[in-house]
């Protein structure tokens, strides 16, 4: 069965062929504009327009390699790719709300209220970072705080994949109903091996294969209790959040209201 209905698999389709104009149009109004400072235009030109670049080809590669409507197990090679992108995916998502942060500081002159430089472990969007945070307009400040649960799951994901495991895309699922039938047949698999019986072996592994089916999730591991992530959709609806995060910063810089 279908994991996505029909129509959220049109309106995936439909915005995915929207990524990369957008995707261009956000990088030319970063790489076009006038600066202030070279720290400023160092973070948007090699930070983040090159970083929504690449947000935007992992997208691609994401949705062509997997394509949401899979339900069969997909190619060991597909996996490992798509693996490789959901990781640098959320990586660069995460280093693109650095470069903002980053930006704001050095374009406004953003310091502590003491007068003293922001320390770097301390600059960036979430409300850990207290100094950049106050120093928004109360438009910003009220809209940062609405992303609180994105920054969230952004920060959880991004520091499990730098300092504790990877990113995992579980190859296949099971049926917890099939699960006696599929280990079972493992074990099966096991003895045929021991005894040289290759076809038995061959016969029994494309059984049990066939209990397995495809789920589009991503986690830190099997064994992390949170529900997965939906990442088809989810890349999707990082790219948008970071495209408007991108466009308010901006706004925020020039003194217009967001």
């Known amino acids: 069965m279908p994991y996505f209905a029909e129509e959220d698999l049109c309106r995936m389709r439909d915005e995915r062929e929207t990524v990369e104009r957008r995707s261009d149009d956000l990088m030319s109004e ?23 670049q690449t ?12 394509p949401p409507e899979t339900e069969m197990v997909p190619a060991a090679d597909d996996m490992a790719d798509v693996t490789i992108f959901v990781q640098a995916h959320v990586f660069n998502v995460f280093g693109l709300t650095e470069n903002l942060a980053l930006l704001w500081v050095h374009e406004k002159g953003v310091c ?6 922001i320390g770097r472990n301390l600059i960036g969007l979430t409300d850990k970072c207290m100094d950049v945070r106050a ?13 609180d649960p994105w920054f969230e799951y952004l920060t959880g994901y991004r520091h499990s994949l730098g300092h504790r495991v990877p990113l995992y895309v579980p190859p296949y699922s ?13 074990r099966r698999m096991q ?3 021991r005894d040289g019986d290759i076809k038995g072996y061959g016969r029994l592994q494309s059984e049990q294969i066939s209990k397995a089916f495809f789920r589009p999730w991503m986690k830190h591991s099997l064994d992390d ?34």
């Open 30 to 52: 970063f790489v076009l504009r006038s600066y202030t400072t070279s720290e400023g235009r160092e973070y948007a030109v090699n930070g983040i327009a090159r970083r929504l």
């Open 55 to 66: 947000i935007a080809r992992c997208i691609d590669r994401i949705h062509a390699l997997i």
């Open 112 to 117: 502590k209220p003491n007068g003293g430089s």
């Open 135 to 147: 120093s928004f307009p109360a438009d910003l400040q009220a809209y940062l705080g609405s992303l």
């Open 174 to 186: 099971i049926d917890p109903d099939d699960l006696p039938l599929y280990h079972d047949l493992g």
């Open 191 to 193: 003895l045929a091996a």
């Open 225 to 258: 209790p949170t529900p997965p992530i939906i990442f088809h959709a989810q890349v999707l609806a990082d790219f948008a959040t970071v495209e408007q995060l991108s466009q308010n910063t901006l706004k925020a810089i020039d003194g217009k209201p967001i």
